[in-house]
């Protein structure tokens, strides 16, 4: 997926305006703030295709003093939509994203390394609208620990910490803390699975 020609200026572009390495491909849509805070340490690879072909968009924005930091090599395929709002934070440590994937940040999202996200998953830390009640939380961080699997479709909600070494099924609605090394699965996801391992 990653074998194809990058969009040269918007790569040149962002890569010395922030000192950084960024990697644009082709239909990538970027929208940062002037006060944004950037920080990236490894390679940022925005809107990677398997068909180098594919008209597919894929949008970044940042706003306000939104802020992300990239710690390792992080790519999202194309389709993608990262949205980071005015003084969110989102920390990204290394893995990849399947195409489609879509980021909501208002407050934190943290993603550890060497994590392997599927097409079509939503991560949000926030519920966008409020329920009438003393204890609702609209906003709430969201920490993904190093070495998780999520599958196609899974959806991610806000305050929830997922494990090292977790996976994450298929169409799963994770609202609850994701043990290590489990695997959780339905709606909403609940341990099916204890002391597993998973490769690549």
Excluded at 90 to 112: M, R, W
Excluded at 151 to 170: F, L, S, Y
């Amino acid at each position: 997926m990653d074998n194809q020609k990058h969009n040269f200026f918007q790569t040149k572009y962002y890569s010395s305006k922030y000192n950084c390495k960024f990697e644009c491909y082709r239909n990538t849509k970027i929208a940062i703030s002037k006060d944004a805070i950037i920080n990236i340490k490894g390679v940022f690879k925005l809107g990677a295709k398997e068909n180098p072909k594919s008209n597919l968009e894929t949008r970044l924005s940042i706003e306000g003093k939104g802020k992300i930091e990239v710690n390792g090599d992080f790519l999202f395929g194309a389709g993608s939509d990262i949205r980071v709002y005015d003084n969110a934070n989102l920390i990204l440590n290394g893995g990849y994203c399947n195409g489609f994937v879509q980021i909501i940040c208002t407050d934190k999202v943290e993603i550890g390394n060497d994590v392997a996200i599927a097409r079509d998953v939503i991560i949000r830390d926030t519920d966008s609208h409020e329920i009438i009640s003393k204890n609702h939380r609209v906003t709430a961080p969201v920490v993904i620990g190093n070495h998780v699997w999520i599958g196609t479709r899974a959806i991610i909600m806000k305050g929830v910490r997922v494990g090292d070494g977790a996976v994450i099924a298929a169409g799963a609605v994770v609202t609850k803390d994701v043990p290590s090394k489990t695997i959780v699965a339905g709606v909403p996801a609940k341990v099916i699975r204890e002391n597993i391992e998973w490769k690549k």
